[in-house]
């Protein structure tokens, strides 16, 4: 019997190695970024990932779409015995949170789908996590034996006060192991929403942002995974994350480096130049951030005006008018109601974030738009400005369907962007994986 099931795991890898090649003749190359320790901007053939040498790597199903819902999200176990929550997926934010009964005030989830702490699952002050996540200015401990608090504040206006806590993670590996770590989250019993839309019916947050205090630093950390994330989302909703390197090809990508000034807490890249339609549109300097946290993506009033004019100004003649709509402030209407952005990504232009190196993020007519409920098309792209962000440029989730973000020692302060084809690739040999070996 143990022979039987050995022949059938060597069977699926030997499948899954397969697809991957095949898939390799067909991959374009991917949108990069060199890190320190490189020569900046050098197209790099030494990189943190072997893709088919299967081993410590989380790899996870995506639910959720940037209209309606305005989310992507994933399911993760806590506590012994283990309890499914839902979490919206947060590359700009660090720490991980759940609605905890303790008991919660503003809580979106059902008292029983609420995370429920022990005695001994709080963390003190002194823990280095409470460190990891608050600096000391903020830290508003007097004990170093009491509760470690926490406050978030988003830029949606969203709030959440709580509590550190620390339980067990369920976690099945790309290599077939079960690893059953300790990690340290927020319990957050104190929700707020002063902004226009309604709280994610997520049960919490994962932040994957850059500081210790992440779900994937932490992972790092133990040794568990490679300190690389990665996501792939689709226009039509859905799509995958994963946490470790054996997701990320050998090949077939270029790298660019991430700021380091008061971005450093986030993703972040630059200077950039802004083109549309291939064309320069005299928007240069840009520093941005990838942010998956943000449904949309938001510019500086002045480059948003400025894209906004060139858009309008490139639709003169075209068969679309303006409509209010109350998915987004700039909508349009056609000869009849759309069905998909495939419907009208003729009439658009392709913009495009040019990078130092010739490194180029490309950002076609389906990640700006979306088609609303009444057939409309509307702007994806925002003011940041009139939505408090100052003139921080963020490209949120409508905008970076395919990202890994490395962070790893000898590349320190990396990310890449995949491509369509290595998402497609990614998530077949994902799925062969969770049919073949997960069983």
């Known amino acids: 019997m143990a022979g039987q099931e050995m022949k059938g795991k060597r069977a699926s890898l030997m499948i899954m190695v397969f697809v991957f090649q095949v898939l390799s003749a067909h991959l374009h190359g991917c949108y990069a970024a060199t890190g320190q320790g490189q020569p900046l901007w050098k197209r790099s053939t030494v990189h943190p990932a072997v893709?088919?040498?299967?081993?410590?790597?989380?790899?996870?199903?995506?639910?959720?779409?940037?209209?309606?819902?305005?989310?992507?999200?994933?399911?993760?176990?806590?506590?012994?015995?283990?309890?499914?929550?839902?979490?919206?997926?947060?590359?700009?934010?660090?720490?991980?949170?759940?609605?905890?009964?303790?008991?919660?005030?503003?809580?979106?989830?059902?008292?029983?789908?609420?995370?429920?702490?022990?005695?001994?699952?709080?963390?003190?002050?002194?823990?280095?996590?409470?460190?990891?996540?608050?600096?000391?200015?903020?830290?508003?401990?007097?004990?170093?034996?009491?509760?470690?608090?926490?406050?978030?504040?988003?830029?949606?206006?969203?709030?959440?006060?709580?509590?550190?806590?620390?339980?067990?993670?369920?976690?099945?590996?790309?290599?077939g192991s079960l690893s059953n770590p300790l990690l340290a989250f927020g319990c957050g019993y104190r929700l707020q929403n002063h902004g226009p839309q309604p709280l994610p019916n997520t049960a919490g947050v994962l932040g994957l942002g850059k500081s210790k205090a992440s779900i994937s630093s932490q992972l790092s950390g133990m040794g568990i995974t490679k300190n690389v994330v990665g996501h792939c989302f689709s226009g039509q909703g859905g799509g995958f994350l994963f946490l470790g390197a054996d997701f990320v090809p050998k090949s077939g990508m270029t790298w660019t480096p991430m700021l380091k000034n008061s971005f450093n807490k986030h993703y972040s890249s630059g200077p950039a130049e802004l083109l549309f339609g291939a064309k320069p549109t005299g928007v240069k300097g840009l520093d941005v951030i990838f942010d998956t946290g943000a449904t949309y993506t938001y510019l500086s009033s002045k480059v948003y005006q400025t894209v906004l004019n060139l858009i309008r100004k490139d639709l003169t003649g075209k068969q679309l008018r303006d409509v209010k709509d109350n998915a987004l402030p700039i909508c349009w209407k056609g000869a009849k109601p759309f069905k998909s952005v495939r419907d009208v990504r003729n009439y658009f232009n392709t913009l495009v974030l040019s990078f130092p190196g010739a490194n180029k993020l490309v950002l076609p007519p389906e990640a700006y738009l979306i088609v609303t409920e009444r057939g409309n098309v509307c702007l994806g792209i925002l003011s940041g400005t009139e939505a408090g962000l100052g003139i921080t440029n963020v490209i949120g989730g409508k905008s970076v369907f395919s990202f890994a973000y490395s962070l790893i020692s000898h590349f320190a302060s990396e990310f890449l962007i995949c491509s369509p084809f290595l998402a497609i690739q990614i998530f077949l040999v994902g799925m062969l994986y969770r049919h073949f070996i997960a069983r």
């Open 51 to 175: 893709v088919n040498g299967f081993g410590s790597s989380v790899f996870l199903p995506v639910s959720g779409n940037v209209y309606p819902l305005g989310y992507y999200s994933v399911e993760l176990k806590i506590g012994n015995p283990p309890k499914p929550f839902q979490l919206d997926i947060d590359t700009g934010s660090d720490l991980t949170w759940v609605q905890c009964d303790a008991p919660c005030s503003g809580c979106t989830q059902p008292r029983d789908r609420l995370y429920k702490p022990a005695r001994n699952n709080f963390l003190p002050c002194k823990d280095p996590m409470c460190a990891a996540l608050n600096s000391p200015k903020s830290n508003p401990c007097k004990n170093p034996n009491e509760k470690c608090g926490f406050q978030v504040e988003y830029a949606d206006h969203g709030s959440v006060l709580g509590v550190m806590v620390s339980d067990n993670f369920p976690l099945g590996l790309v290599n």
